[in-house]
């Protein structure tokens, strides 16, 4: 049995003979954690914020978890991704409840379009839309799954992959939900979470949904997020760049293809007689494709600056906003006709305002396009985020925000980070890993390398990945900033080398990653999405190879506009943001090898600018204090070392 929280303190859950090892067999009390849970707990008892970084092995969701049980206040917990809402939820949150006996209530709350929707469901199986049988029988078996399931979860039901085209019909989304008026809000999982959620004591959710709330308080449900006092951000190293997206607008060809399509149904649906709307989509859709053609002629990605007065570009932009126009003119009459009507305007009327901030200059923004084989996107970025990011803060009013993650600092400095998000005076605080790293993790920093931007380096990379996954007979992660060299080294492994690769963008990340525990020798390749947020535990990954230093591409037009504003204002942007962004990068990059106590493995960074370059120096100090060596002789010596030394821990554990 547990213990009341109101008789307990962090120690006395943690701590040694905490409670928690009563419900975690094995469990060893941290000094690190619990250091972190007494901070968050003196920050809630006092109203403070903090900014806390938690090493790789400290427990930090424990850390945040214990005081927030403990304390009276009403906590917001936001993450960076579905799967740790889904852990903290699922597993973390029930352990601690049962262990301090409270009564808190909890709740996880996702997007909307995360929810299977009763309204979309019923409608599309009622118009029999499904030629196929197989996918008519999916979508059948979707909707009495959807009378069955308490939550609608989309992620319960495994008979669809997370990103086939058949969810369109089932889950609803910020443009095409009716919201208040919808006919089956009764039977609406949004509006059951979101009553959850406004009633809970605790409150699972993830940054998206945080930054969406702002537009979320305007639409048919009102605000989503209780008043709280607490709000947690874990995995904050990613607040920035998402709050960039959600600060900024775009439109995009697939939006004016959806809204088209919706606009065309809702017409057939509450004014049959009419074709008016169909053939002004029409012309709308095919302005779309007119410009895409367009912006073919010119770089795939780029500030609208570089093209807004080419000829063709500003034919094709005029001719688009006069098809939105004329379609608006159509809509006018015929909004009274239905509610769905009536929603596409509003969403053409947002695309139309979209348009036109896009086309207008703005010193704090910046426009810019990108195109790819099937659409384009045109979005207005903000330079900066931290003054928007305050004001957030400020609206909801929490006494205290704890902003936490395994990397947040740069060479030892939070400045950087607090800078971005606008923490001004907040106290920050780092907690070391409890990893032996020196025992358990080689660092090889081969010397004979050129730079990478020498044409020699693909081939001989190629080669040093070649030797590092026989030594280690696969058990590998190759890390790549470029999808150029992952394509490159891929063919080259797969001409040189019998093992199996995973290969990204040949099978879905949560595959790839799937098969790379059940693999006997697993070889993966990845790009930015494989630096952070991957969990592989003990002998199965012995090495990570990273090819070169995370900068970020300077072509990259809000990176590149951002730069030239540090520059202009008499700063070195070079120093005062790359250098801290790739640092904390190599940092998210190098932290994927040792995720236990028992892990041991090679970490190979392969930019020999790290030896040469005065700033090569700053970004080693600040990772964990490996044993060292440029000798490859050492490091294939080490490697050779690895399974059996797995093998003889299992051993000795299963002897036990």
Request: aromatic share 8%; with cysteine; proline share 4%.
């Amino acid at each position: 049995m547990g213990e009341l929280a109101s008789e307990l303190d962090v120690a006395a859950v943690l701590g040694r003979d905490g409670i928690i090892g009563d419900h975690i067999a094995d469990f060893e009390p941290r000094e690190s954690q619990l250091g972190m849970a007494a901070l968050i707990d003196e920050a809630i008892r006092l109203g403070e914020s903090r900014v806390i970084e938690a090493s790789t092995g400290i427990g930090k969701s424990f850390a945040y978890l214990v005081p927030a049980f403990l304390s009276d206040a009403r906590v917001v917990i936001s993450t960076g991704t579905r799967n740790l809402q889904d852990q903290l939820f699922e597993k973390d949150i029930p352990l601690i409840r049962k262990a301090i006996v409270s009564g808190k209530k909890v709740a996880l709350l996702k997007g909307r379009s995360n929810y299977c929707c009763p309204h979309r469901l019923r409608r599309y199986r009622a118009e029999d839309r499904f030629k196929s049988r197989e996918m008519a029988a999916i979508f059948s078996a979707l909707a009495t799954w959807s009378e069955q399931t308490d939550s609608g979860d989309i992620g319960e039901f495994a008979g669809i992959p997370e990103n086939d085209s058949l969810w369109y019909y089932a889950t609803s989304n910020a443009d095409n939900c009716l919201g208040g008026e919808c006919p089956e809000i009764d039977r609406c999982f949004v509006f059951k979470a979101r009553k959850k959620a406004l009633d809970a004591d605790i409150l699972v959710i993830n940054h998206h949904l945080y930054f969406s709330d702002l537009a979320l308080k305007q639409d048919g449900f009102g605000e989503i997020l209780p008043e709280a006092d607490v709000l947690i951000f874990d995995e904050a190293h990613q607040l920035p760049d998402i709050a960039g997206n959600f600060y900024g607008q775009q439109v995009t060809m697939r939006q004016i293809d959806t809204l088209c399509r919706d606009s065309i149904e809702a017409e057939l649906t509450e004014a049959a007689e009419s074709k008016a709307l169909k053939k002004r989509c029409d012309h709308l859709g095919k302005c779309a494709a007119d410009l895409r053609l367009a912006l073919r002629s010119f770089p795939q990605k780029a500030e609208w600056e570089r093209i807004r007065n080419a000829p063709a570009v500003q034919r094709a932009m005029a001719a688009l906003q006069q098809a939105v126009d004329a379609l608006d003119d159509e809509f006018e009459p015929m909004v009274s006709r239905g509610k769905e009507l009536a929603m596409c305007q509003r969403r053409l009327r947002t695309l139309q305002a979209a348009l036109q901030s896009f086309l207008e200059s703005d010193d704090n923004q910046v426009s810019w396009y990108e195109l790819n084989e099937r659409s384009f996107r045109l979005a207005q970025s903000p330079l900066e985020v931290a003054e928007s990011f305050r004001q957030q803060l400020a609206l909801a009013d929490f006494k205290s925000v704890i902003f936490t993650s395994a990397t947040l600092s740069s060479q030892q400095s939070f400045a950087y980070y607090c800078d971005r998000l606008g923490l001004d005076d907040i106290d920050c605080a780092s907690f070391d890993s409890p990893f032996d790293y020196e025992k358990q993790a080689l660092l090889y920093l081969p010397t004979q390398l050129p730079d990478p931007s020498d044409e020699r380096y693909p081939l001989l990379f190629g080669e040093l990945c070649r030797r590092l996954v026989l030594a280690t007979e696969g058990h590998c992660f190759i890390l790549f900033t470029s999808y150029r060299m992952l394509t490159w080294t891929a063919e080259f492994l797969r001409a040189h080398l019998d093992y199996p690769l995973l290969v990204q963008g040949e099978l879905q990340r949560n595959e790839l990653l799937h098969q790379f525990i059940q693999s006997e020798t697993p070889v993966l390749l990845g790009t930015s999405s494989f630096w952070e947020g991957v969990d592989v535990k003990g002998d199965q990954l012995r090495c990570v190879i990273i090819d070169k230093l995370p900068f970020k591409s300077p072509q990259d037009p809000v990176y590149r506009k951002r730069l030239q504003r540090v520059n202009q204002n008499g700063g070195n942007a070079f120093v005062e943001v790359q250098i801290p962004e790739a640092t904390i990068s190599l940092r998210q990059g190098v932290g994927r090898l040792i995720r236990d106590v028992g892990d041991r493995g090679i970490v190979a960074l392969c930019d020999n600018r790290l030896n040469s370059r005065s700033y090569g120096r700053g970004m080693l100090a600040s990772l964990p204090q490996m044993r060292r060596s440029a000798d490859l002789d050492e490091v294939l010596d080490f490697a050779a070392g690895l399974g059996s030394d797995a093998m003889a821990e299992h051993s000795s554990l299963e002897s036990r």
